[in-house]
């Protein structure tokens, strides 16, 4: 039985009912940011929109063929984006993010430490993902076009819990 | 001779949509791989998961959207046949084939400048190998390449005196180290012998399913049979599972490329596709 997650979390005591290895599906608006995006905000030392208690999706989606709602869109490798965790849950405030793979052990603790979650998307399942995608719109950084922000809106979309609230890791 | 002019619109529009299948549908043998690999499992938790990599397949067919959001940098193995006489520019030829190709597929453009890192915006260049067959025939093999499984890319340099065995367990260390990384389950590929860069081409050529048998002894066969069955069977026995979050399925499939080498030295390099594993071909 998958549980569900809405978004926005009514407060982040919520996540402590998914532990690492459940299966969820989840629905709200999610933001896009792999490795330009978290490079060009860590340098920055800001975000160029308020990612407070938002989801980060690792993902570089193909461009939206006509007629689409969006092209395919699965996680791309999660690790990358570990030295800029910290940063991203302690001063941009966020509250998830989803990608594929194993992480670092400081991404176990930073959950901890920060009320924070990581999901895990099926890898290379780009066409199933954009199955659950009810909208997408272009944010910030349009220069770096598939590594762009987008705003995603997402609907029963499958994931893992890879690390829950508490720190522990599906990988570990 | 057999002259081929590459400005024929006919074999220009031919490599597009062979280059643009390859990224919306796996060849055949390799989803054979995928849904016998799912039916046969008996882990629930296994099959679970392999189920949503069938169910990818299905949707990205059906909605003609690509298989995965890593549409690759592409890379093209060219045989040319011994008796072709070829009019124009091959390179630009393949460039300007993958160029239209992932602009009309709408798939993701993912090469950039190594230092810079600006995108060049056509997916271009794309990774070109030459080499002659015997024949009059002009073949392509296109592989779109994703980079999650690129990145897991190993190359050791064994001592000249190691065994096979050594060369099975330095390669099991090496999927178990690239874990859920390459998005397992995997296509090995495996290359044996030449030098550093020959043992990688070796290798790539093997995971994308180009086995050379031409120069291999009937001895170094039954070597390179046994290992790929351990390679097989004990990386299965990893429990990597799918997407690497531990079960059935670890390893689809494993090919093997040797070539003499060295009194020196045993280079040996191991190569990840994901299990979407690419590749179409086109014959001229």
Same mark, same amino acid.
């Given at each position: 039985?998958?549980?569900?997650?809405?978004?926005?979390?009514?407060?982040?005591?919520?996540?402590?009912?998914?532990?690492?290895?459940?299966?969820?599906?989840?629905?709200?608006?999610?933001?896009?940011?792999?490795?330009?995006?978290?490079?060009?905000?860590?340098?920055?030392?800001?975000?160029?929109?308020?990612?407070?208690?938002?989801?980060?999706?690792?993902?570089?989606?193909?461009?939206?063929?006509?007629?689409?709602?969006?092209?395919?869109?699965?996680?791309?490798?999660?690790?990358?984006?570990?030295?800029?965790?910290?940063?991203?849950?302690?001063?941009?405030?966020?509250?998830?993010?989803?990608?594929?793979?194993?992480?670092?052990?400081?991404?176990?603790?930073?959950?901890?430490?920060?009320?924070?979650?990581?999901?895990?998307?099926?890898?290379?399942?780009?066409?199933?993902?954009?199955?659950?995608?009810?909208?997408?719109?272009?944010?910030?950084?349009?220069?770096?076009?598939?590594?762009?922000?987008?705003?995603?809106?997402?609907?029963?979309?499958?994931?893992?819990?890879?690390?829950?609230?508490?720190?522990?890791?599906?990988?570990? | 001779?057999?002259?081929?002019?590459?400005?024929? !619109?006919?074999?220009?529009?031919?490599?597009?949509?062979?280059?643009?299948?390859?990224?919306?549908?796996? !060849?055949?043998?390799?989803?054979?791989?995928?849904?016998?690999?799912?039916?046969?499992?008996?882990?629930?938790?296994?099959?679970?998961?392999?189920?949503?990599?069938?169910?990818?397949?299905?949707?990205?067919?059906?909605?003609?959207?690509?298989?995965?959001?890593?549409?690759?940098?592409?890379?093209?193995?060219?045989?040319?046949?011994?008796?072709?006489?070829?009019?124009?520019?091959?390179?630009?030829?393949?460039?300007?084939?993958?160029?239209?190709?992932?602009?009309?597929?709408?798939?993701?453009?993912?090469?950039?400048?190594?230092?810079?890192?600006?995108?060049?915006?056509?997916?271009?260049?794309?990774?070109?190998?030459?080499?002659?067959?015997?024949?009059?025939?002009?073949?392509?093999?296109? $592989?779109?390449? =994703?980079?999650?499984?690129?990145?897991?890319?190993?190359?050791?340099?064994?001592?000249?005196?190691?065994?096979?065995?050594?060369?099975?367990?330095?390669?099991?260390?090496?999927?178990?180290?690239?874990?859920?990384?390459?998005?397992?389950?995997?296509?090995?590929?495996?290359?044996?012998? =030449?030098?550093?860069?020959?043992?990688?081409?070796?290798?790539?050529?093997?995971?994308?399913?180009?086995? !050379?048998?031409?120069?291999?002894?009937? !001895?170094?066969?039954?070597?390179?049979?046994?290992?790929?069955?351990?390679?097989?069977?004990?990386?299965?026995?990893?429990?990597?599972?799918?997407?690497?979050?531990?079960?059935?399925?670890?390893?689809?499939?494993?090919?093997?490329?040797?070539?003499?080498?060295?009194?020196?030295?045993?280079?040996?390099? $191991?190569?990840?596709?994901?299990?979407?594993?690419?590749?179409?071909?086109?014959?001229?």
């Amino acid at each position: 039985m998958k549980k569900r997650i809405q978004l926005p979390l009514q407060g982040r005591k919520v996540l402590e009912n998914f532990i690492a290895g459940d299966e969820i599906l989840l629905s709200g608006v999610i933001y896009t940011a792999r490795d330009a995006a978290h490079k060009k905000m860590f340098e920055a030392g800001k975000a160029p929109i308020d990612l407070r208690d938002k989801f980060i999706y690792y993902t570089g989606p193909t461009p939206t063929p006509p007629q689409a709602i969006v092209g395919s869109c699965g996680p791309t490798t999660s690790s990358r984006m570990d030295n800029f965790v910290e940063f991203m849950l302690a001063d941009l405030q966020t509250v998830g993010m989803i990608g594929k793979g194993k992480r670092s052990a400081l991404v176990a603790d930073a959950c901890k430490k920060y009320k924070a979650v990581y999901f895990i998307a099926p890898g290379g399942c780009g066409a199933l993902l954009a199955n659950s995608v009810t909208k997408i719109e272009l944010v910030a950084y349009p220069e770096f076009l598939s590594e762009a922000i987008y705003r995603m809106e997402v609907e029963d979309m499958p994931l893992i819990v890879g690390i829950d609230i508490f720190g522990s890791d599906v990988f570990r | 001779m057999r002259k081929i002019n590459l400005a024929k !619109e006919e074999y220009f529009n031919s490599l597009v949509a062979v280059i643009i299948q390859s990224n919306l549908k796996l !060849e055949p043998e390799t989803f054979d791989k995928i849904k016998s690999t799912y039916d046969s499992m008996k882990d629930l938790h296994s099959k679970n998961l392999m189920g949503y990599i069938v169910e990818n397949c299905q949707v990205a067919t059906e909605k003609k959207l690509p298989i995965c959001q890593d549409t690759g940098i592409l890379e093209v193995f060219v045989k040319i046949g011994r008796n072709v006489f070829l009019e124009g520019n091959l390179e630009n030829f393949i460039n300007k084939a993958a160029a239209k190709a992932y602009s009309d597929g709408y798939f993701r453009k993912s090469v950039v400048s190594a230092l810079t890192r600006e995108n060049t915006k056509t997916n271009t260049p794309a990774i070109i190998h030459f080499e002659f067959i015997d024949g009059d025939n002009l073949e392509f093999y296109v $592989v779109p390449k =994703g980079f999650g499984a690129e990145n897991m890319t190993t190359l050791k340099m064994f001592n000249p005196t190691a065994s096979s065995l050594d060369i099975v367990d330095f390669i099991l260390q090496t999927v178990k180290n690239a874990g859920p990384n390459p998005c397992p389950p995997l296509f090995l590929g495996i290359g044996i012998g =030449g030098t550093s860069e020959k043992a990688l081409l070796l290798a790539k050529k093997a995971q994308s399913g180009l086995v !050379e048998i031409e120069h291999v002894t009937d !001895e170094e066969l039954s070597v390179v049979d046994s290992m790929k069955s351990e390679i097989i069977k004990c990386g299965n026995e990893l429990w990597i599972g799918p997407f690497g979050l531990g079960g059935e399925g670890s390893v689809l499939n494993v090919n093997i490329n040797v070539y003499p080498t060295h009194i020196a030295g045993l280079p040996v390099a $191991v190569t990840f596709g994901c299990w979407c594993n690419r590749l179409k071909k086109l014959v001229l």
